[in-house]
């Protein structure tokens, strides 16, 4: 089975940089992925990693190391837009498996 | 280029009626999931098929759920007879292939049981 750990809400000032965090146990792994979603909208998504290093999209980062089973994500230059959930979830043979979300709250 | 497209966007049935969702994925994706988010939960894997093939259905709560994907194209999701624990928002997602980046979700079917 999967395990997927979040934290729940976070604060953070517009202009600021904030790392959500995403730990995971799992049976199987074949990619993290990171989602965002406003509310009342589909998941989009910003990152798929697969292997251990940092990959960078212009104001989001996503971290992951596979043998800590940790993953993080980060987002420079904080606008009021990005006040969203952030949804890590993981990929097993074929089914993505979520974690509950992480509620960013970007205040000016 | 179409995304995956659900209908309808909102639906609200009385306890022990019945309803179908519609999902259209991306032309092409012959993967296609059904994911369910209840209220305050994460949401949740249902179902995937692999063209008209059901690849995996453990994630189906019970059998008041049946989905088909007659052909290989659209799919749909029978809620029979509904409860009211149904209520929550389903998403659909598509993907071409076993890459990461294909993975496409629609924008959701809000269900409410009442």
């Known amino acids: 089975g999967q395990n997927i750990d979040q934290p729940t809400e976070m604060t953070a000032t517009e202009g600021a940089i904030v790392q959500i965090n995403c730990t995971y146990q799992?049976?199987?792994?074949?990619?993290l992925f990171w989602y965002q979603q406003h509310a009342g909208e589909a998941p989009t998504f910003l990152s798929y990693?697969?292997?251990?290093g940092l990959e960078e999209k212009g104001r989001f980062s996503s971290f992951l190391s596979r043998s800590k089973g940790y993953s993080y994500l980060l987002l420079k230059e904080l606008q009021m837009k990005d006040s969203a959930s952030y949804l890590c979830?993981?990929?097993?043979?074929?089914?993505?498996?979520f974690g509950t979300g992480t509620k960013l709250q970007v205040i000016p | 280029e179409a995304g995956v497209t659900q209908f309808p966007s909102h639906s609200v049935i009385e306890k022990g009626q019945t309803v179908t969702l519609r999902c259209d994925p991306i032309?092409?994706?012959?993967?296609l999931y059904w994911y369910r988010r209840v209220m305050g939960k994460e949401i949740k894997f249902l179902l995937h098929?692999?063209?008209?093939?059901?690849?995996?259905e453990s994630g189906m709560p019970n059998n008041r759920f049946l989905a088909e994907r007659t052909g290989g194209t659209y799919s749909t999701l029978k809620v029979q007879p509904a409860e009211l624990e149904d209520s929550g928002v389903y998403f659909c997602?598509?993907?071409?292939?076993?890459?990461?980046?294909?993975?496409?979700f629609g924008s959701g079917t809000r269900l409410t049981v009442v």
């Open positions: 997602a598509s993907s071409h292939a076993q890459t990461g980046d294909g993975y496409t």
């Open positions: 799992t049976s199987g792994f074949n990619g």
């Open positions: 990693n697969v292997l251990d």
């Open positions: 979830a993981v990929r097993g043979y074929q089914k993505v498996t």
């Open positions: 032309s092409g994706h012959d993967n």
């Open positions: 098929f692999v063209k008209e093939s059901k690849q995996d």
